[in-house]
């Protein structure tokens, strides 16, 4: 059985943690370290039973507050009880100076045990490693989610501070049809086939003459807020919803920032560039990635999160959405994929009664216009009015504003629609033939233009399948997914029947 299978079996087993670090580490520090390591790993917060280190170091605040907010206990080894200890990957600078090799795998090791994660530091930017970490199996011991003396909060177990360098978080599914696009069958991004449909290329073609003047979004602006049944006040037009995480990142100001991950990782890396440290909450494959508000840390003062999820494809009710606003945070929803649901189902857009809602529209996706960046931001009038000062002058195009303008006319409405019902129906077209692969589990029920799936050794059916000429999203890119995990976007019955017989190819080829 592949290492990444064994460790998913044993996810939900308790844990040890073993910790390590220099003078002055502090708390966060330490808890993403831990986070990155669990995450990297597949293994579940809610089964770590205690962290361990040298008594040296028992009473540094860091590693006791981390101990403290993860609702474990801190246990301490004598250095001399650690120094029997067996560890794979010592250091004899750290023997020299403590007795052990590493403090980390040694108190992780002392009662036993099986090494899951081996040593892995924390790397701050311009400085030594200022914290360790090793995770260790113990089977005897119970999760602190089962015990009676007060377990942590379901938002303090899952909300684990994040690391910056653990994903790869500009890396997005074009990447995988970039250099030799043309000699593959994208599965990758999500962006509908056969767009942008043949009125649209006409209109945007026609507005080509208008090159000449500065771009007015007056129009544009006030078509998107009667589609929505709102002020124009409310409707800030974008070069595509990327751009406005970048700007809610830069023109609002948080304490407090939370992602919900697996997601979208733009709004976590625009956040992280504007110099924000970013809290994760991280969704588990064992709850099919469904969202609790409890999760969610209370002072978190910024919550992002998107539905239908990107790549989970996860639409999560509006309801447990709506949970989440409350005054004094700003809920950002984004919902690029939603116009791909039959109906709408769940959306945010146009509410006006939540504190603190901004949702995001992409017409990217449904469209075929990511070369041509069009989104737009729905809040109240004070946010939009940040935001708007935040972007430069002409920010989003002359022929984007057209396209913005054509795309909210009844008929577009409904092409787009019609289209939304029929991807629904080629998505369980998909999903009956990837039932009948017993090595492949897929994330259901899914309700966007996509899928996630999980194969074990799915870095090498990637491969395989690019061989046969299909390129599939790899899914480790995604906080809180591992390498088993790749993402399928939806395509036509006959595209997709081909790339289930090279799926078939791919599976056979691996496990030889």
């Known amino acids: 059985m592949a290492d990444d299978a064994r460790i998913r079996q044993r996810a939900g087993a308790p844990l040890v943690v073993g910790v390590g670090a220099s003078k002055g580490v502090s708390v966060d520090e330490v808890l993403g370290l831990i986070g990155a390591a669990l995450s990297d790993a597949g293994l579940d917060p809610l089964a770590v039973a205690e962290l361990?280190?040298?008594?040296?170091?028992?009473?540094?605040?860091?590693?006791?507050?981390?101990?403290?907010k993860l609702g474990v206990p801190l246990v301490a080894y004598a250095a001399d009880e650690l120094a029997t200890v067996p560890v794979p990957h010592g250091s004899d600078d750290v023997c020299a100076a403590v007795g052990t090799g590493s403090v980390a795998e040694a108190a992780a090791l002392a009662g036993g045990g099986e090494l899951l994660v081996p040593k892995r530091k924390s790397s701050p930017a311009g400085r030594a490693a200022m914290a360790t970490c090793a995770i260790v199996r113990r089977p005897h011991l119970r999760p602190f989610a089962d015990r009676r003396d007060g377990p942590p909060t379901r938002s303090e177990a899952m909300s684990l501070p994040a690391t910056e360098a653990?994903?790869?978080?500009r890396h997005h599914g074009d990447a995988e049809v970039r250099d030799d696009g043309d000699e593959l069958t994208d599965l990758a991004?999500?962006?509908r086939t056969g767009t942008p449909p043949p009125w649209l290329r006409e209109r945007i073609a026609d507005s080509l003459t208008g090159l000449a003047a500065y771009p007015d979004g007056?129009?544009?602006?006030?078509?998107?807020?009667?589609?929505?049944?709102?002020?124009?006040?409310?409707?800030?037009?974008t070069a595509g919803a990327?751009?406005?995480f970048v700007l809610l990142a830069r023109a609002l100001t948080f304490r407090h920032p939370v992602?919900?991950?697996?997601?979208?990782?733009?709004?976590?890396?625009a956040l992280r560039d504007?110099?924000?440290?970013?809290?994760?909450?991280?969704?588990?494959?064992?709850d099919g990635f469904r969202l609790d508000p409890a999760a969610v840390p209370e002072e978190a003062d910024l919550v992002v999160v998107g539905n239908p999820t990107n790549p989970t494809s996860v639409l999560h009710p509006a309801g447990t959405l709506a949970q989440l606003a409350r005054p004094g945070r700003t809920l950002v929803v984004d919902e690029a994929f939603l116009d791909a649901v039959p109906g709408e189902r769940e959306a945010l857009a146009g509410r006006t009664d939540l504190p603190g809602l901004v949702v995001l529209r992409s017409l990217t996706k449904t469209w075929g216009l990511a070369g041509l960046r069009i989104g737009y931001v729905l809040a109240d009038p004070e946010t939009i009015s940040a935001l708007q000062r935040a972007q430069p002058l002409w920010p989003v195009s002359t022929p984007a504003l057209v396209a913005a303008s054509a795309c909210m006319e009844p008929r577009a409405l409904a092409e787009a629609e019609a289209a939304a019902v029929r991807g629904a129906s080629d998505r369980a077209h998909l999903l009956a033939g990837l039932a009948e692969f017993e090595e492949v589990t897929v994330v259901e029920p899914a309700?966007?233009?996509f899928v996630l799936v999980r194969i074990g050794g799915a870095a090498e059916v990637r491969a395989r399948l690019r061989g046969l000429g299909f390129a599939a999203r790899r899914g480790d890119t995604f906080p809180g997914l591992g390498p088993e995990w790749l993402r399928l976007a939806v395509r036509d019955r006959a595209t997709t029947n081909r790339f289930l017989q090279a799926l078939d190819q791919a599976l056979t080829l691996t496990t030889r």
């Open 52 to 68: 361990a280190t040298v008594d040296a170091k028992s009473r540094e605040p860091g590693i006791v507050g981390a101990a403290r």
């Open 166 to 169: 653990q994903h790869d978080l």
């Open 189 to 191: 991004v999500n962006v």
């Open 218 to 237: 007056r129009s544009a602006r006030a078509a998107v807020a009667a589609r929505h049944g709102l002020a124009v006040e409310r409707v800030l037009l």
């Open 242 to 244: 990327a751009e406005a």
């Open 259 to 269: 992602v919900v991950h697996p997601q979208f990782t733009e709004p976590e890396a």
């Open 274 to 286: 504007a110099g924000h440290e970013v809290r994760r909450v991280l969704l588990r494959a064992e």
């Open 447 to 449: 309700e966007g233009p």
